[in-house]
């Protein structure tokens, strides 16, 4: 599972992104509200802890946001206010749970299972669409007129990324951050060998899509129409 935790209180951001990655989750981590909105925004996210109290932006009004723009990704806020009515506005503004400071590594990691689980059986028959093409996540398929491919993890979240933000241009360091993680020692030249390996298992559908190269900035999805 992939969480993105936007906390920006540094030592406690650092000790939690250990314990979350020590529990087998992969974890990006922002700072400031501005940052941590940009990369909920990918949709890439199966959970989201987000603290209310941020610099750039505060942490409701990009829960706000991000639910204005489809992102259905759980998400728990974090929070030094504990009065009944800041547990209901939070609630209000799209939160699916609400975790008041301090608190135990437990319960926060309780939290996280419940939202996960919870998360899978919203998303078990989603699917997202490209012109033609249609990924299903869960399973690892893409499916254009009836012929089916299968993907690795890497090459599923990599296409996700691109149906989430088809049009747009990504850059590769974007890439790299959203796919592998912010922390990764994974080098740059890896985001071009599983371009490659997505175009060649995309190749055999009769999808009218194309993955464009933008030389020197990165990458972008466009369908037939506009390509």
Known sequence: MRLLLVEDEARLNEALSYILKKN????????????????????????????????????????????????????????AKDAIADRVEGLDAGADDYLVK???????????????????????????HAASLVLYPIRCEAECCGATVRLTMKETQLLELFMRNKGQVITRE????????????????????????LRKKLEPLPADIRIETIRGIGYCLREAGNV
């Open 102 to 128: 301090p608190f135990s590594t437990d319960e926060l990691l309780a939290r996280i299972r419940a939202l996960g689980r919870r998360q899978a059986e919203l998303i078990e028959g989603d699917c997202l």
């Open 24 to 79: 087998k989750y992969a974890v990006d981590s922002a700072f400031d509200g501005i940052t941590g909105q940009d990369m909920a925004e990918t949709g890439i996210y199966d959970v989201i802890i987000l603290d209310r109290m941020l610099p750039g932006r505060e942490g409701l009004a990009i829960l706000k946001d991000i639910r204005s723009k489809g992102i259905k990704a759980p998400v728990l806020i974090l929070t």
């Open 174 to 197: 974007q890439i790299l951050d959203r796919v592998w993680g912010i922390d990764s020692e994974v080098e740059m030249n890896n985001v071009e060998i599983y371009i490659y390996y």
